[in-house]
């Protein structure tokens, strides 16, 4: 463990800290599942599910102990808040940590498994911003320096090796970054989780079928709908194969300006909203039909950064929504809970979510009205982080290889 550049909390590496864990043996679910220590599990429920205990988080609340997010600071005589409410948060700072130091590859999801839900991982042999490779069998902690350095001077990150100015990898509270283009990407079938992927370029295209083989950097990424055929309800089975087959020549995605679009190029009907995570009760945006070979913007990043300067300034109640819905044949405006849909794709714009955790932990909350004091003001402009980023996004990958 180190102690922080500024004097403050001490900080450990997430891989190190992560691969200490798995060998501690004190967390249910969490081991490794084989003898040279390269691959291991982790305990994965979704918070959705009315058998969620208090053990289902324990991993994800020790790494925010690990950080020193948790125990809160106390505030005086304000009522501390229910630690339930915390553990969301917990939990995708923890996945964003995994995702974020490449020493970890997922190798499968089995969050939906109804009786033993986990994911299982890999150590991958390619050190990354600090971390050493995978462990030895008697591999401890060791003691390590986190990135500090404003991102991504020293950190490797994905899609053409990005750089921009912006917050610290500390600010962030993490130690690597993938590039701020990036989308977070998952596909479900009526609530089960078929495909999670990290879209890394400006554009990409959504497909039924062989994805085939990826071209340069101008070329858009292909992200191929999973075959249905394993889906245990064969009704189910058989209209998700349906609408699969009419998606082609498939759904195309680009970041162009401040905005993300969408295109249809196929005959089934796609339907769009932005709102919060699945589950919540948070209103969306009114849900949308997407028009067919007609380009049309899904996502605003100008809004969504005003909204959060005025999260930020105490001037909103709520935090803005970043989260995108695209529902295949399905209209999601009839009432019908999301998770629920035939075909379901939802987008995270990574940029977002980064900029929001960080704000969040800076004081501003949309969990409690009453923490308004708790607010701070923007010591920076997020503007300009955000055209600076797209303006070296797009001439990076603009470069001949």
């Known amino acids: 463990m180190a102690v922080a550049p500024d004097g403050g909390t001490p900080r450990v590496l997430f891989g190190d800290w992560l691969l200490g864990e798995v060998s501690s043996g004190r967390y249910e679910g969490l081991r490794w599942l084989d003898a040279a220590r390269t691959r291991f599990r982790v305990p994965w429920k979704h918070f959705a599910r009315k058998d969620l205990g208090e053990a289902d988080s324990r991993i994800f609340k020790?790494?925010?102990?690990?950080?020193?997010?948790?125990?809160?600071?106390?505030?005086?005589?304000?009522?501390?808040?229910?630690?339930?409410?915390?553990?969301?948060?917990?939990?995708?700072?923890?996945?964003?940590?995994?995702?974020?130091?490449?020493?970890?590859?997922?190798?499968q999801d089995n969050s939906g498994d109804p009786t033993d839900p986990h994911k299982v991982y890999m150590v991958t042999p390619e050190p990354a911003c600090g971390d050493t490779g995978p462990p030895p069998a008697s591999w401890q902690p060791r003691e390590a320096e986190p990135c500090t350095t404003a991102f991504p001077s020293a950190c490797t990150?994905?899609?053409?090796?990005?750089?921009?100015?912006?917050?610290?990898?500390?600010?962030?509270?993490?130690?690597?970054l993938p590039s701020l283009g990036a989308l977070d990407l998952t596909i479900t079938y009526k609530g089960r989780t078929v495909l999670q992927e990290v879209v890394g370029r400006p554009s990409c295209v959504l497909l039924y079928g062989p994805p085939g083989v990826g071209g340069g950097a101008l070329e858009p990424q292909r992200?191929?709908?999973?075959?249905?055929?394993?889906?245990?309800?064969?009704?189910?089975?058989?209209?998700?194969?349906?609408?699969?087959?009419?998606?082609?020549?498939?759904?195309?995605?680009?970041?162009?300006?401040?905005r993300l679009w969408a295109r249809r190029l196929g005959k089934c009907k796609v339907y769009w909203e932005v709102?919060?995570?699945?589950?919540?009760?948070?209103?969306?945006?009114?849900?949308?039909?997407?028009?067919?070979?007609?380009?049309?913007?899904?996502?605003?990043?100008?809004?969504?950064?005003?909204?959060?300067?005025?999260?930020?300034?105490?001037?909103?109640?709520?935090?803005?929504h970043y989260t995108i819905y695209l529902s295949f044949g399905q209209d999601l405006s009839v009432g019908r809970p999301k998770e629920k849909s035939l075909v379901l794709v939802k987008l995270e714009p990574w940029l977002c979510r980064a900029y929001l955790e960080g704000v969040q932990r800076e004081g501003a909350s949309s969990l409690d009205s009453g923490?308004?004091?708790?607010?701070?003001?923007?010591?920076?402009?997020?503007?300009?982080?955000?055209?600076?980023?797209?303006?070296?996004?797009?001439?990076?990958?603009?470069?001949?290889?």
């Not at 067919?292 to 909204?307: A, H, L, M, S, W």
């Not at 607010?375 to 470069?399: A, G, I, K, T």
């Open 62 to 107: 020790a790494w925010a102990v690990a950080r020193g997010r948790w125990p809160l600071r106390s505030s005086g005589g304000a009522r501390p808040t229910a630690e339930s409410a915390f553990r969301a948060s917990w939990k995708t700072n923890f996945r964003c940590a995994l995702r974020c130091t490449r020493r970890f590859v997922m190798l």
């Open 157 to 176: 990150l994905m899609a053409g090796h990005l750089h921009v100015a912006g917050p610290t990898c500390s600010h962030l509270g993490l130690h690597t």
């Open 223 to 258: 992200v191929a709908f999973p075959s249905p055929a394993e889906l245990p309800d064969q009704k189910q089975l058989h209209y998700t194969e349906k609408l699969l087959q009419h998606v082609a020549p498939g759904l195309q995605l680009e970041l162009r300006g401040l």
């Open 275 to 320: 709102g919060g995570p699945l589950g919540s009760a948070s209103p969306s945006t009114p849900a949308r039909l997407l028009p067919r070979n007609c380009d049309t913007p899904i996502f605003d990043f100008g809004t969504f950064f005003q909204e959060l300067g005025e999260f930020q300034a105490c001037r909103r109640r709520g935090s803005p």
């Open 371 to 401: 923490s308004l004091s708790l607010c701070l003001s923007s010591s920076n402009s997020l503007y300009d982080d955000l055209e600076h980023f797209l303006e070296h996004f797009l001439m990076e990958v603009e470069q001949p290889g």
